[in-house]
């Protein structure tokens, strides 16, 4: 028999205590002297009678009854001798290490490596120990399966050898997605273990520099496992500082309006010792541009401007910085491209010049660094013109025959830009129209229009106007139209991006294949409307000649990591920056593109380079607080040893086992029987004293 609180029993002493009141011997209280015996000599007093025990039985249940109240608040109960501590308890602990790239910071991978082996040199005998390392991507390197077989010396050597091999990456940080698949690592159970009646008790010791930019949402779906506690150890570096420089998309206006720059955002972490820093382009022989002193506070960011690089840049370096894992950002210039717009129309009708539609096309700044636009006239659609590769946009301005319309559709499918201006009311569109959009239903009809209509229900939403939404140049107040034609009824494949205030469609666009149909129901030219000399019409031109997005990104690059658009060949190659060449027939050769830099595709007569960057978040270095993974109901702090843990295991068993046994209600009820025979046996007086 057992007891859940044994201190209980020391209540069992107070049966002693009027045993022992009842033996010491009593002193008469008060004394008289008498002068006949002043002269004798004192003598103690004789042992009599009351001085023994005198009911035995009386004293025996009432130390029964104490005892047995102070066994039964002792909670006593009967452990089994099958449950032994050896045998109630399995340790399984996952070792998760950061391998993403912002460990690649000085003095980081060191204190991560030496915090891995100092978890492994600390297993206890009868722990199975699981490896797992993540970046982007989450591996298992040890199982249990091969701990279970391996015995404590050989199971550390094994673990101790796998720690030293590893490196690490240039990929981005993946956190979440490691802790769940750590997570369900730990919580698995052994079914030979469970067979034995053994429990599973696990952690997971977690090893990161926690840096900001590691990726934790995906954690929100996931419920964690209960009593799997993560153990945070974070890695730290010489200086926790850094600062990195990112390029930044060009917006289409500053492009097209032949603006030379490049806008970069250089920022500092929140703990850096320093606000000084320099940006330069750099060519593949490591020569430096002019240099752009930047200065940034600890903990922002600053935005400026640089001419944009040449085709020998190769990539933007910041200098002065601490940390320099990331201080170089690669970029592949492209060459700039001859483009066309294809004008289809006679427009001898307009005169004077001015009056022309075709006048106002030409002026339009298509042109700039990355490419050279001409406008091309032609009186019919011909195949051999529609290349959406070099003919990005067709302008049609006069009806055309079935044939053309086909031709202009399958163009619009298969990637190209058609833009119909109804600017000509003697002109008959219904054919044109009904075979360009493939409904029979529309009809276009001139519009009444009183002295003039302007612009409303305008969808800044749209690639078309999405430029002009913001507040300060949304405004199509000033724009007066002249004249404009009616479509009705409008098919329900056409969108309306824009309306006249007397409910009449003003510009309506198809979206077909990769690229998209656009109606403008009336003309720019002065005698049809004010849009070719207001200053929305450079923008919505723009708009037009390239829809799919108001953003540009000549300079972007692919993340390392992440996937290539290359077509995997047998002739196909891909040599790396450091000039290794290797073969690319299947999309798994391109784990290769391991690290940042220039990688170059050959097959054939193709010839493509491609800038492999690291993920902007690896720059954010500063540590998370890690109380933010405690909001995913993540217990945070170290486990448990083995012997505590037993320990606890047994506390808990013996209390589910007295909890079940209840024996203190027994010895409750025993006390009382025996107070109830003490009462009973008291209300009896001694025979020698009733005589």
Known sequence: MSLLAPLFLLGGLAIGLPILFHLIRQQPKASVSFSSLMFLRPTPPTLTR???LDNWPLLLLRATALLLLAAAFAR????????????????????VIDTSASLQRPGVWTDATQRALQAIESLEPGTELSIVAFDQRTELLFGFEQSHTLA?????AAATSIIKELTPSWRATQLGSALKRSAELASEVDESQETNGRQLHSSIVLITDLQSGSEIESLQSFPWPKNVPVDIQIARGDTNSNAWAQILPTMVEETDAGNDRVRLRVSNSPKAATSQFRVAWQSSDLQAASELPVQVPPGESRVVSMSKPTSEVTSLVLKNDENAFDNQRFLVAPEPKTLKVLFVGNDARSYPPRESLLYYLMRVPFSDSLRTVSVEQSEKVEATLLNPETTPL???TKAIDSAGSKLLRQYAASGGRVLCVLGDAETDWNGALKAILADDSIAVSEANVDDYAMLSNIEFD????????????????????WSHRRLDPLPEKVRRLANFDDGDV????????????????TGWQPDASQLALSTKFLPLMFGFFDSRSHLLSPLASSIVGDPVDWKPSKTARIIGPDGTEFAFAELSDLESMDRPGIY?????TTVERIAVNLAESESRVDPLDPASLERFGIPLGKADTIEASQANARQKRDVELENNQKLWRWFAFAALGFLAAETMWGAFPKRELRQ
């Open 50 to 52: 009351r001085s023994r």
């Open 76 to 95: 006593p109960f009967l452990r089994s001798t099958s449950l032994a501590d050896a045998d109630t308890m399995y340790r399984r602990t996952v070792l």
């Open 152 to 156: 404590l010396p050989q199971l550390k």
């Open 394 to 396: 067709v302008i049609v």
């Open 462 to 481: 749209s690639s078309l106007f999405e430029s002009m939404a913001d507040p300060q140049f949304n405004d199509f107040s000033k724009i007066r139209f």
């Open 506 to 521: 003003a510009i309506a666009e198809e979206a077909i294949g990769t690229g998209g149909i656009w109606i403008l129901t």
């Open 600 to 604: 170059q595709y050959t097959d054939g």
